[in-house]
């Protein structure tokens, strides 16, 4: 970022320009190690004092009952919007780009966006797990919050996929999702 100004009602920023393509996330994808590496670069960051006030909340609505919802809470930025288009890789470096939701939260969350975006690129649930415990904050997590979070994950596509049946990518984040959850062994009921 170059710059930023903001008023009461916009905040505006400025970046570099970059020079890269989408990633690839399949199973044999020369990209997934830079993709690991970026989501460890966005663990890293401090939390802005104005993200203080942007407590992560999407996911507590799915949450299978009320005790599972503080597990998704946290201090760490969150990015979220993780998918081959936003995780830029060129030859002089790799970027995240598409700010448009950061939250701050449990840091565990990005790396398990990873995960169900692997499964839905191809692979097995363990495959892609492998991958996510490449990032520091996803060996540090309590499982028993990856375990809510899975089921929330899986509950929330379910519910935008409803929403929206002709959809495909959503269909295919459901399949996702839910692949996870049951290689993690938790039962997902039906979103109220």
Partial sequence: ????????????????????????FAPDSPDLP???DILNRIGELDLPEIARD????????????EGDA???????????????SNLLIG????????????TCGAAFIDPACLVVQLISAGHDAESAESW???????????PKAIDAFAAAM????RAFAERKPDASWL?????????WASHRGVAVRAAP
């Fill in 1 to 24: 970022m170059r710059w930023h100004a903001e008023d009461d009602t916009w905040h505006a920023f400025g970046f570099d320009w970059v020079d890269g393509l989408g990633s690839d």
């Fill in 34 to 36: 830079a993709i690991v």
């Fill in 54 to 65: 942007w407590p992560e909340t999407r996911w507590n609505r799915f949450a299978a009952d």
């Fill in 70 to 84: 503080p597990h998704f809470q946290g201090e760490a930025v969150l990015y979220t919007d993780i998918n081959p």
């Fill in 91 to 102: 030859d002089r470096g790799t970027w995240a780009v598409d700010w448009s939701w950061p």
């Fill in 132 to 142: 996510a415990s490449g990032c520091a904050a996803w060996m540090d997590a309590d």
């Fill in 154 to 157: 899986s509950r929330m596509h």
């Fill in 171 to 179: 269909r295919a984040m459901v399949e996702a999702a839910q692949s």
